[in-house]
C-alpha cells in the first residue's frame, strides 16, 4: 500500500508543476501588447484603407448597365409563388439584376 502510495505520488507531481508554469504572455509583460498594437495601428489600418481605396476606384470604372436578358429555360422557374409581396420576386429582389421570368422590370 505504502508503494502504491508513493506510485500515485509521484505521477501527480509533474502535473501539479505543470499547472504553475507561467505562460508566455507573463513572460514578455507588456512589450508583446504593445507591439501588436502599433502593428495594428501601422499596418492593419492603413491596409484596411487600400483595400477600401482600391474598391471604390474599381467601382467607379464598373459599368452599370444592365446585362441583356437571355430567357433560358432552366433559369428563374418558380413552380410555387413567393410567400411574400407578389409571389413573383425573391425577398431581396434587386430590379436592376434580378430578371423575372418574363424579363427586367421596366423593359417590356
Not at 34 to 59: D, H, Q, R, Y
Request: with cysteine; aromatic share 10%; proline share 6%.
Amino acid at each position: 500500500m505504502a508503494l502504491l502510495g508513493r506510485f500515485s505520488g509521484a505521477l501527480l507531481r509533474p502535473a501539479s508543476r505543470a499547472q504553475t508554469r507561467q505562460l508566455s504572455a507573463v513572460a514578455h509583460g507588456e512589450q508583446g501588447a504593445k507591439t501588436w498594437k502599433i502593428l495594428s495601428f501601422l499596418v492593419a489600418l492603413p491596409g484596411v484603407g487600400v483595400c477600401m481605396l482600391n474598391t471604390f476606384l474599381k467601382a467607379q470604372h464598373h459599368s452599370h448597365d444592365q446585362p441583356e436578358f437571355i430567357p433560358y429555360t432552366h433559369l428563374r422557374i418558380r413552380s410555387k409563388r413567393f410567400p411574400w409581396g407578389d409571389g413573383n420576386k425573391s425577398l431581396f429582389h434587386n430590379s436592376h439584376l434580378n430578371a423575372l421570368p418574363d424579363g427586367y422590370e421596366g423593359h417590356e
